[in-house]
């Protein structure tokens, strides 16, 4: 089954096809982020307009990079939450007239789940029950997930995104935007024991986390330093970040890799790209035995591959929409 893929709910336009939930046959993709960096962070307005420009010779793309033409798409799946809502809209409407001119099935896909589904891409044997760590510039969340489409939230951040953290301290430090990749790029030979930086915990909800003070605490140290007119040390305490937020992410994770017994450990989103959080986990897990899923590098951001292959698993449990399918800004994984 040939699936026509769309994603558009933050700063990427990207289109792909992809078999039988497996097998991509094209991923393109337009990246906005240049737009962006001239003003420090995704503006949600330039966003939709890139969306607008970007899409319909995307998807032009997406079909000449695989071979195919309109008529082998078998059906059509779009990324339709959660994410920047006027972002979302565009690829949620371009997908719906695509389906109805080409009169095939509509699949709308939640976004996290389409990260989740990235790891399929990347790991032919990978199949649920796994627990999987989400960390996106969105959204940060442990996932419980029992099958292809049956799946819950066990822990999530209250604030921030660790991937938000990463582009707040990111620009606070003047890196550039988005910032988790300079970052970490800065930290390699930093000591990470330089700067002391808080670990938060939410009373009562141990697999729950919180950013927002970690952010904080990077701010303050920069104005206590400006004061004293004194420079902090790049690489250290872009190493001392990286431990922290992984000092946060790993134990959670690791906890609900015990309760849930899978011995399955999935990681998906873009900071999942960081070389920290990497090598804590894989660390940890071969210490415990515990197989673990990385995706590539080039699959950790948004695509449209990952939609493609959630798709065809929404698809096989009858998930489908039809015109009146509407974005959301925010919703809940286990709606799917
Ligand atoms: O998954 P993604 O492409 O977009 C969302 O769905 O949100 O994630 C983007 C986030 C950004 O915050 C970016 O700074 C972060 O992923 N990121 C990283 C790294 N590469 C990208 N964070 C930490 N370390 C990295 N190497």
Not at 100 to 122: D, F, K, T
Not at 239 to 253: G, K, T
Not at 270 to 279: D, E, F, H, P, Y
Request: charged share 20%; net charge negative; proline share 4%.
């Amino acid at each position: 089954m040939n699936i026509l893929a769309f994603e558009s709910t933050c700063d990427e336009t990207a289109v792909a096809l992809v078999r039988d939930g497996r097998t991509v046959l094209s991923d393109a993709i337009a990246s906005q982020v240049d737009m962006h960096t001239l003003y420090g962070g995704v503006v949600p307005e330039i966003a939709s307009r890139k969306h607008v420009e970007a899409i319909a010779g995307l998807a032009d793309r997406a079909l000449a990079d695989a071979g195919l033409t309109r008529a082998d798409v078998d059906a059509v799946a779009v990324s339709y939450a959660p994410g920047l809502i006027g972002a979302v809209l565009v690829g949620v409407n371009f997908a719906k007239s695509v389906a109805l001119a080409l009169g095939v099935p509509l699949i709308p896909v939640h976004h996290i789940r389409g990260h989740i589904a990235a790891n399929y891409i990347a790991h032919p044997d990978l199949e649920p029950p796994f627990v999987c760590l989400c960390v996106s510039g969105g959204n940060t969340l442990i996932a419980d997930v029992r099958s292809y489409t049956d799946m819950t939230v066990m822990g999530a951040t209250r604030d921030d995104a660790a991937g938000e953290c990463f582009d707040k301290a990111a620009r606070v430090l003047g890196i550039g935007y988005p910032g988790g990749a300079p970052m970490d790029r800065l930290a390699q030979g930093g000591d990470d024991t330089m700067y002391e930086l808080p670990r938060s915990h939410v009373e009562g909800h141990p697999l729950d986390m919180s950013f927002s003070g970690l952010k904080t605490a990077v701010l303050n140290l920069l104005h206590n330093a400006q004061q004293k007119g004194e420079d902090l040390n790049g690489p250290g305490l872009a190493a001392s970040f990286q431990r922290a937020v992984s000092d946060i992410l790993v134990p959670r994770v690791m906890e609900a890799v015990r309760q849930k017994g899978y011995g399955k450990l999935a990681v998906a989103g873009g900071v999942g790209a960081n070389s920290r959080i990497r090598s804590d986990l894989e660390k940890v897990c071969k210490e415990q035995g515990i197989a673990l899923y990385l995706p590539p590098l080039s699959l950790c951001g948004d695509n449209g591959a990952m939609v493609g292959s959630q798709g065809y698993y929404e698809y096989l449990a009858g998930h489908t929409a039809d015109s009146a399918l509407n974005a959301y800004a925010n919703r809940d994984l286990g709606l799917g």
